[in-house]
């Protein structure tokens, strides 16, 4: 029988709205994460003007909101989260997805947020793996640096980590969920692909 995988986006697909800013206020408070937005202007500006990538701007932001945070505190917040996430659900998505796993497809999220406050969530609901952004840390002093280990999963990169996880995908029975433009390369490589409507 032939494997079969079911491969949701997570911010604006499995839940409503942006789960890195939804985190940032959840870890680090509201001030803190104002002043990381200042700190970070520049590359906001720098990218909303085309010069840059969002992904600069984005692990700008994420060096300004948790440089120096240790990786155990930081995993802490990301099942702490958990319930947080679980309020802004998407009703007819969670729906989909229940199917999948009833069906017994291997059902996977990706995403370009981080896996340590996806994961926690994703397993409590059923869902078997997550492939997401890496946070880099410092072995020696397990801190985060505030820069990312991976690329950002973000467009692209999501066709590349999907296929190093999945090098058979291709022989797969397959359907993708996504909202936005980002999540078109991995809708197109799939056998059945959804653009989700915001």
Known sequence: MNRRIAIFDFDGTLIRGDSFGMFALFARGRWRSALAAILSLP????????????????????FHLFKG???????????????RISARKNPVMMRIAGAHIAQGNETVILSASMRQWIEPWALSNGFQRVIATEPEFDEATGRLTGHFATPNC??????????QAYPDIYL????????SDSDEPVLAMTTHPTKVRR
């Open 69 to 83: 945070m240790t990786l155990e505190q930081f995993c802490y917040h990301g099942r702490a989260f958990a319930d």
């Open 172 to 179: 797969m029975e397959s359907w993708a969920y996504g909202d």
């Open 154 to 163: 973000h467009g692209a990169e999501k066709c590349t980590r999907l296929r």
């Open 43 to 62: 590359w906001i500006i720098a990218w909303q003007l085309r010069l840059i990538h969002s992904s600069k701007a984005k692990e700008r932001i994420f």
